[in-house]
């Protein structure tokens, strides 16, 4: 037994002594060193080693120093990495991996930092190499920046729709004021141009002595304030730019958006990309394709002598400054879209006098080239022509007809047209006025000249919901538009519904909703012969769409003939692949039989006299809201040649009467 506990003994004092050793071998210092080394590099990503061990300097004044070399880069900070800690005795040495965001543009490199050991810590030797590997005493960084202009926005053959034109910024140079009020001359400025007096004279009083306060920006083409009225204010005066703009202050705004200097809240949620003086768009394809349009900064880092001022590096031979950093100016690439600038703003002219939210879209169908995507003044803004989702109307009586084909019918098959029609309690009826000589048994396609909502929800049997969105997705309709390149709504065609919703889909009411493109696409269609994919921009590189679901609700419209007449928003729509089972020819040929018969035998007569192709076209009124009687949205869509149009009108009352004569007008002066 006493053999036993002795060879326990000298076991369990090896065992000590081997963990000793270890201990011994592990205590080397590392642990600290990594430590001190991860400190550092957390301290210097946070610009503040203000409570770091430093040796060779005041840690407060090496703290100054490192505020000084990098205040050029602020607001940037860096991302700091320690390497690995190479160690010699009580000093040791570890690689600084920086990494810089500047704009959009990423600086790195390696600095070497050297630490020693005194006492039980360890201290960085301060060297301003450890901040950049350059870098000598004395010395900091500036940064220069270039910015390329801003690239155009073109339309059909390369017209410029967006280019820099001449504006005048007028305001208040305080500079030039002399012994003169500045609230005073701020209060007259303010009054000749037409902007909030207090606000403005706030704004003058608070700025430096230096400053030059803008008040407004003035297109220099067409401008009515006069350089004479400006220089009778003391202090006032009209500074000469120009900015990326188009033709008017209205064309296209809603869909091109606009584009200005960027402002304090924008250039704050950029994270360092933009800068006081940028011009960055906002809204439409000018947010969409900021990117591109306003193409890369050019950045320069070098070191300069701290305290010699621009004078005395000018004057300096050689130049003391070295490049350490260096990203050429990259343009903006010019962003090009089908858009007739003609087309466009004929669209616009056509809907100026039209009070409620309107919009006019026009549409090659052999290319599916969007040439205009007008909204009316009533939007307030708004992309009706592209986003709106609204109840279509008896538009969408194409649709149900291409379904009906697809059961056996023709534009010769006799169809019911009755004075009402009654669905699971709830009374359908015909637009007033309705022609008695169309009521009773009467061809297809007379029943869709006239438009007999009667004729059509009679069929609601032999044509399903799943038909009418299969024939939806035939025409263009409800799918994706892979080439469009802009957020647009092409439409939502509900797949089931039953009793009187589905009753109300076959007069384009109930869940069944589409924009003025999706309508104009569908017309488009049938012109074609084939589904059109509409095409916008035809170079989207950063910032393209990569679907044509609706991005955002518009106030859309519901039907009180259905249990769903409370619409505050549009329901979202599920927008398909491109439909297996498209068009034909054969059918597009009787729907655009039946689209020429609204003209020459229906209640679009009017359009019988438009010079050129005869034009097919399908009118639609669409109620809704709960007013008694209620209000309605017109419609109406029509092919002519090789253009296909929609014109829509939210609170509009008949679509022939009110949409007609402003499709007859945009026609007549299109040619």
């Given at each position: ?8 003994n000298i ?33 210097l ?58 704009g ?33 005493d004395?010395e ?6 270039t ?5 155009d ?5 390369d ?8 504006v ?10 002399g012994?003169?009020?500045p ?25 430096g ?16 304030i ?5 220089a ?6 009209g ?39 940028d ?15 306003r193409?890369?900064?050019g950045?320069t ?28 100016t ?7 879209t089908t ?7 004929l ?23 969007v ?17 709106g989702q609204?109840?279509p109307?008896?538009?969408?009586k ?91 709504f ?33 017309a ?22 990569t ?5 955002s ?7 009180p003939?259905t ?17 297996d ?9 009787a ?28 009118t ?10 209620p ?10 040649g ?11 009352g008949l ?13 007549t002066?299109?040619?």
């Amino acid at each position: 037994m006493a053999r036993v506990g002795k060879t326990k003994n000298i076991v369990v004092g090896l065992a000590a002594l081997l963990i000793a050793v270890s201990l011994s071998a592990c205590d080397d210092g590392r642990a600290g060193a990594e430590g001190a080394a991860k400190q550092l590099a957390s301290s210097l990503a946070a610009l503040d080693v203000g409570t770091l061990a430093v040796e060779g300097k005041d840690a407060a004044a090496a703290n100054e120093q490192l505020k000084a070399v990098f205040a050029a880069l602020d607001p940037a900070k860096p991302a700091v990495e320690s390497g690995a800690v190479k160690l010699d005795g009580d000093k040791a040495t570890v690689p600084l991996n920086y990494t810089w965001k500047i704009g959009t543009a990423e600086w790195k490199y390696t600095a070497e930092a050297s630490l020693k050991k005194s006492g039980d810590k360890w201290a960085v030797q301060w060297a301003p190499a450890l901040l950049e590997p350059e870098l000598k005493d004395g010395e900091i960084l500036e940064k220069t920046v270039t910015s390329p202009s801003r690239a155009d926005i073109l339309g059909a053959g390369d017209a410029k729709l967006v280019t820099y034109r001449p504006v005048v910024y007028v305001g208040v140079d305080k500079t030039q004021l002399g012994s003169a009020d500045p609230a005073a001359s701020a209060s007259k400025v303010a009054q000749l141009v037409g902007v909030d007096e207090a606000a403005y004279v706030k704004q003058v009083q608070a700025a430096g002595p230096q400053a030059f306060v803008s008040a407004i920006t003035l297109r220099e083409d067409g401008r009515t304030i006069t350089d004479q009225q400006i220089a009778a204010i003391p202090g006032a005066r009209g500074v000469p730019d120009t900015l990326p703009l188009a033709p008017s202050r209205t064309f296209a705004r809603a869909l091109l958006g606009t584009a200005a200097e960027a402002s304090a809240e924008q250039i704050e949620k950029a994270g360092g990309v933009l800068k006081a003086g940028d011009v960055v768009g906002s809204g439409g394809l000018q947010e969409q394709y900021d990117a591109q349009l306003r193409g890369q900064d050019g950045v320069t880092i070098q070191t300069r002598p701290q305290g010699m001022t621009d004078e005395q590096l000018k004057a300096a031979t050689p130049d003391p400054r070295r490049r350490l950093f260096a990203v050429d100016t990259k343009a903006g690439e010019p962003l090009k879209t089908t858009l007739d600038p003609h087309l466009q703003q004929l669209a616009e002219d056509t809907l100026a006098g039209v009070g409620p939210a309107s919009a006019i879209v026009a549409l090659r169908p052999s290319t599916g080239a969007v040439l205009a995507a007008a909204s009316g003044p009533g939007s307030n803004g708004y992309n009706t022509a592209m986003l709106g989702q609204y109840a279509p109307g008896s538009t969408f009586k194409m649709i149900d007809s291409l379904a009906m084909f697809r059961n056996g019918m023709t534009p010769d098959s006799k169809v019911e047209c009755t004075p009402t029609i009654t669905v699971d309690g709830r009374t359908f009826k015909n637009a007033e006025g309705y022609p008695a000589s169309s009521l009773g048994s009467v061809t297809l396609r007379d029943a869709f000249a006239h438009s007999c909502n009667t004729a059509f929800i009679s069929m609601r049997d032999q044509v399903s919901q799943a038909q009418l969105e299969s024939a939806a997705t035939s025409l263009g309709v409800a799918v994706e538009a892979p080439k469009l390149g802009a957020n647009a709504f092409l439409g939502s065609v509900p797949g089931n519904a039953d009793g009187t919703e589905h009753a109300a889909s076959m007069i384009g009411q109930g869940k069944v909703l589409l924009s003025p493109l999706a309508a104009a696409v569908m017309a488009g269609s049938v012109a074609h012969g084939a589904p059109v994919s509409p095409q916008l921009v035809l170079n989207p590189g950063t910032g393209s769409a990569t679907s044509s679901a609706s991005a955002s609700a518009s106030p859309a419209a519901g039907d009180p003939a259905t249990a769903s007449d409370s619409p505050s928003s549009a329901p979202s729509s599920t927008v398909a692949p491109a439909s297996d089972k498209p068009i034909t020819a054969a059918e597009a040929g009787a729907l655009g039989d039946m689209m020429r018969a609204v003209v020459t035998s229906g209640h679009a007569g009017f359009l019988a006299n438009v010079p050129g192709a005869p034009v097919g076209a399908k009118t639609g009124t669409a109620e809704f809201g709960q007013d008694n009687p209620p209000k309605t949205h017109a419609w109406i869509v029509a092919v002519h040649g090789d253009l296909a149009v929609a014109v829509f009108v939210e609170d509009g009352g008949l679509g022939a009467t009110t949409s007609g004569p402003l499709l007859k007008s945009f026609l007549t002066a299109a040619g």
